[in-house]
């Protein structure tokens, strides 16, 4: 199983601040996801990246996948209270049909 | 639409007992997928199945078994519950598997307590 790692696992910001959460792994992966949970539910897809090096833009929020298709970061642009929830990355094993999760990154907007 | 539907939402065990989550979708997908969800770990896959009539092992598979007998419903059994399986579990279906093109779709969760 390829591993992926999530930073900062809690981050914690006021209203109006920018942020970056980061997914990283020694391995490729075929592509990567980005999924946003909140309490009592369960993780919706915010975006698919699938080539090197390539950026997409969600309204305030950034995604990017590394040039190596090993990492990506999501960049969110003037937070607000309602881009709280769980932040997961998923990646899209070589093998295909499986997906990878990382950890999640916790991000509380304050008003 | 009704997506994807699990339950119980919420269930007690005590250690030793057994029971099964159901999981049924309606969107005549192929791909069924069992997760459960710590804190600090993510969603990790505990098995899948790629069609009606099959089954495979995930990521942490001991201790569980599934049965996908109809192509809309994919169980989840605990025969033996222990406190090390208290988790939330999620279920997740997809048209062609987790491929570009296709997205997971998840139910709402089952909150589960060994005791």
């Known amino acids: 199983t390829q591993l992926l790692e999530q930073s900062p696992q809690f981050l914690s910001i006021q209203e109006g601040e920018n942020l970056t959460v980061y997914c990283n792994s020694s391995?490729?992966?075929?592509?990567l996801q980005w999924y946003r949970q909140e309490p009592g539910e369960g993780p919706v897809l915010l975006v698919t990246v699938v080539t090197g090096g390539e950026v997409k833009k969600l309204k305030r929020l950034t995604f990017q996948f590394g040039d190596a298709r090993k990492d990506s970061s999501l960049h969110i642009t003037a937070a607000q209270p309602g881009d709280t929830g769980l932040y997961l990355c998923a990646g899209e094993e070589t093998s295909g049909s499986r997906l990878t999760f990382g950890e999640g990154t916790q991000l509380t907007v304050n008003p | 639409n009704a997506g994807v539907t699990q339950t119980p939402k919420f269930r007690v065990l005590k250690t030793g007992q057994s029971m099964t989550l159901l999981c049924a979708q309606d969107m005549n997908h192929e791909y069924m997928y069992w997760y459960r969800q710590d804190p600090g770990m993510g969603l990790r896959l505990i098995h899948y199945?790629?069609?009606?009539?099959?089954?495979a092992k995930g990521e942490v598979p001991d201790g569980y078994n599934v049965s996908r007998l109809k192509k809309q419903n994919f169980l989840l059994g605990l025969e033996s519950a222990a406190p090390s399986q208290t988790s939330v579990y999620f279920c997740a279906s997809s048209g062609q598997g987790a491929t570009v093109e296709e997205k997971l779709f998840f139910g709402s969760g089952t909150q589960l307590s060994v005791l």
């Open positions: 391995s490729v992966f075929s592509s």
């Open positions: 199945s790629v069609g009606e009539g099959t089954t």
